[in-house]
């Protein structure tokens, strides 16, 4: 006897579900990554704690390739994407143009569309190992060119993915012992951000705009734009904007009763508290757990890393009393902007592209799963959702959006 998946019923759809954001509601498969309510992240199966430590192109090479690479394999890896990683001058150049204002993440589009006036091939699979290996120096261009440090530093055969990322950077005072603490922040940064399960905003919105045959490049900036929102990408910024509001409103002493004091008096006052809860998450961000302990290592003492965790005390029981919030508990932003300023990079203005550096690749992987190995080869078809007409709306969007809101 064989089963029919195809009429599996994975979830029975009513009008509750409309506008909500397609919130829980199975519309694929993802074959790098899920986020689970209570254990969140795993890459092809394995708890992003567990591997959150390991080398960057040994964790792309798992979403690649759905298992670790050995040595001899990793060193290939290493070689092919340093083979790639050549920027052609014309995308400096079409950077260097731009006004030296705007949001960072404005010019990481512009980066990641000249990216696809110089290189695009056509073939998913091509443009998708090409962007990994670009994307670090395309990146390290935009701080360089829009803070006036200097000319973009090209990349090197020697140094591996991350490595050579801080290296092009070049940021200013930071002196060797800077740079290994940076180093060592970005390569943990970098594998926590590669990927989130196929439903968040970019990745969804990148695999939508693939299945219509728009290319890699296209798909990425359309995915990158939807990063660029501070409901998505953009939040690390904001939260770490936060933070510093939290440490000055204390006079930079993060004690127990007037951090408590002034979230409440920010929730009474219907100001927004950053880097908690999350869409899917019932549980502390396991991103976030991992970015906590790190900081303890490279910045214990930072004022804001203190604040953080200050926050991460106070702020959960806070928001328990609520019923309306499903989690109450601190999200992957909440930690990461105090780690990037305590190591040197301390305008938060850049913290999305750092964010959209990382998220380029599982949103890559994914598409290339979509497009060219997804229904035996066919790929998935055009998104078209279905909308029902309504002149008016429906007179339940409104406690709709409260449910979501809770
Ligand atoms: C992400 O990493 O993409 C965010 O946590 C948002 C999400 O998963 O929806």
């Known amino acids: 006897m064989t089963t029919d998946t195809s009429s599996k019923v994975l979830m029975e759809l009513t009008e509750a579900h409309m506008e909500t954001g397609l919130r829980g509601v199975p519309v694929g498969y993802c074959t790098t990554s899920y986020v689970d309510p209570q254990t969140g992240l795993h890459y092809v199966g394995r708890p992003v704690s567990e591997i959150a430590h390991e080398d960057p192109e040994a964790v792309i090479y798992l979403l690649l390739n759905k298992r670790f690479p050995d040595a001899a394999e ?63 120096a395309a990146t390290a261009a935009i701080f360089r060119l829009r803070e006036g440090w200097g000319d973009p530093i090209l990349p090197s055969e020697d140094l591996n993915y991350m490595e050579d990322f801080v290296r092009m950077l070049g940021v200013p005072g930071l002196d060797a012992d800077g740079q290994a603490r940076l180093t060592e922040l970005m390569r943990v940064f970098d594998v926590v951000h590669l990927d989130h399960g196929g439903g968040n905003l970019s990745t969804f919105t990148g695999k939508a705009v693939a299945s219509g045959l728009a290319d ?53 006052n219907k100001l927004l508290i950053y880097g908690f809860g999350h869409a899917v998450l019932k549980v502390e961000d396991p991103r976030a757990t991992v970015l906590i302990e790190l900081g303890e290592r490279l910045c ?70 979509e497009r060219c190995e997804a229904r035996m080869g066919r790929g998935t078809p055009i998104v078209r959702p279905k909308y029902l007409y309504s002149p008016k709306g429906t007179s339940e969007g409104a406690a709709v959006d409260a449910m979501i809101a809770g």
């Open 74 to 136: 990793l060193e290939a890896f290493r070689a092919e994407l340093k083979r790639r990683r050549h920027i052609d001058p014309q995308v400096f150049f079409a950077l260097k143009t731009l006004p030296r204002k705007g949001h960072p993440m404005k010019w990481f589009l512009h980066a990641i569309n000249t990216l696809g006036v110089t290189d695009a091939t056509g073939d998913f699979r091509e443009d998708c190992l090409n962007l990994i290996a670009k994307i670090p």
């Open 216 to 268: 890699m490049y296209e798909s990425i900036l359309a995915a990158m734009c939807g990063l660029a929102g501070p409901r998505h990408g953009k939040a690390n910024q904001e939260c770490l904007n936060f933070v510093e509001e939290c440490v000055r409103a204390v006079g930079g002493t993060p004690s127990e009763g007037l951090t408590r004091e002034l979230i409440q008096n920010r929730l009474a």
């Open 300 to 369: 214990p003492n930072d004022v804001n890393f203190r604040m953080v965790k200050m926050l991460r005390q106070v702020v959960p029981p806070i928001l328990s009393q609520n019923p309306r919030i499903a989690d109450p508990y601190p999200n992957v932003d909440l930690a990461s902007g105090s780690l990037l300023h305590a190591c040197g990079l301390e305008n938060s203005d850049y913290y999305t592209v750092l964010f959209g550096m990382s998220r380029v690749v599982g949103i890559a992987i994914q598409v290339v799963y």
